[in-house]
């Protein structure tokens, strides 16, 4: 018994240990010196996505320059998904499938 206890503890203990912590994440821009990127994309039709990406450069507490670029990417399609109706039933919907955004920084 004693070492059944001891197993969860230690299992919860593991498992609490290896939370996520997401320390790159901000909650504010720091505009002394940096440059802010923002980046999102818009279904443009059945063919074709945009996506729109801004760049604004901080320097001082002031906003120097901003640079904005579209871009016509192809779509990804659409998907089958299982939504709720007003009447409550679930059924199934078709819905455009959405980019993943990943930024790597060097």
């Not at 593991?14 to 440059?35: M, P, R, T």
């Not at 279904?43 to 901080?58: G, Y």
């Not at 779509?75 to 993943?100: C, M, P, R, W």
Request: with cysteine; hydrophobic share 40%.
């Amino acid at each position: 018994m004693l070492r059944k206890i001891l197993t969860v503890s230690a299992l919860v203990l593991l498992f609490s240990a290896c939370e996520k912590q997401n320390k790159d994440q901000v909650k504010e821009v720091d505009k002394n010196g940096s440059v802010e990127m923002k980046v999102h994309i818009t279904h443009l039709n059945s063919e074709s996505d945009v996506m729109r990406t801004e760049k604004i450069f901080w320097v001082k507490g002031q906003q120097v320059k901003s640079v904005v670029n579209l871009d016509t990417v192809p779509a990804l399609g659409n998907i089958q998904e299982v939504a709720e109706n007003s009447a409550g039933e679930d059924t199934t919907v078709s819905i455009k499938k959405n980019y993943q955004i990943f930024i790597t920084v060097k």
